[in-house]
T-cell receptor, first 114, second 114 residues
Framework: KQEVTQIPAALSVPEGENLVLNCSFT??????LQWFRQDPGKGLTSLLL?????REQTSGRLNASLDKSSGRSTLYIAASQPGDSATYLC?????????????FGQGTILTVHP | ETGVTQSPTHLIKTRGQQVTLRCSSQ?????VSWYQQALGQGPQFIFQ???????GRGNFPPRFSGLQFPNYSSELNVNALELDDSALYLC?????????????FGPGTRLTVL
């Protein structure tokens, strides 16, 4: 059974800092991994998707890496801004018979203060 | 391109009642997945529909059921509501035949069971 863990559970940083959010998963046989952002009481916004054959993906100030063999992914946020404050969730798509079923971590609550 | 929409936004029910939640998938998508997100937790996979048939189910009892219609919209039905069913219900749509199978989420329906 796939299990996804995110560390830290919460993070508070001053504006302008570069930061790293961590995601680990127990079964390395994944199809892809997706990072999402969730604002309080809202739905999920897809940030980045990394296929199992890829090592990293970049979008603006965000960079996500994937090390499938060690069961780890990191989301790097450069030059953080107060508008980045949200919960960040990683989710694994196992593929195969579980194709399309996402297993989520519990999220990292990020607060960026001015 | 229209994104994923859900209705209603909020809903209050009493224990034992039945509820129907609705989801319209993103234009061109043929797969809908439903997730339950309790407060402070990551979303949990309920089930997925592809071409109007259930295609994978998480660890949820049979009183959680669903439908997908020819236009790929979907319903989630929950019978005999329990207090623990209070949660944010999210639907996600994707194009199963597309290699990356990126999932796009709607804004969610907040269900409160009293």
């Amino acid at each position: 059974k796939q299990e996804v863990t995110q560390i830290p559970a919460a993070l508070s940083v001053p504006e302008g800092e570069n930061l790293v959010l961590n995601c680990s998963f127990t079964d390395s046989a994944i199809y892809n991994l997706q990072w999402f952002r969730q604002d309080p009481g809202k739905g999920l916004t897809s940030l980045l998707l990394i296929q199992s054959s890829q090592r990293e993906q970049t979008s603006g100030r965000l960079n996500a890496s994937l090390d499938k063999s060690s069961g780890r992914s990191t989301l790097y946020i450069a030059a953080s801004q107060p508008g980045d404050s949200a919960t960040y969730l990683c989710a694994v798509n196992a593929g195969g018979t579980s194709y399309g079923k996402l297993t989520f971590g519990q999220g990292t609550i990020l607060t960026v203060h001015p | 391109e229209t994104g994923v929409t859900q209705s209603p936004t909020h809903l209050i029910k009493t224990r034992g009642q039945q509820v129907t939640l609705r989801c319209s998938s993103q234009s061109g998508h043929n797969t809908v997945s439903w997730y339950q997100q309790a407060l402070g937790q990551g979303p949990q996979f309920i089930f997925q529909y592809y071409r109007e048939e259930e295609n994978g189910r998480g660890n949820f009892p049979p009183r959680f059921s669903g439908l997908q219609f020819p236009n790929y919209s979907s319903e989630l039905n929950v019978n005999a509501l329990e207090l623990d069913d209070s949660a944010l219900y999210l639907c996600a749509s994707s194009l199963r035949d597309k290699p990356y199978n990126e999932q796009f989420f709607g804004p969610g329906t907040r269900l409160t069971v009293l």
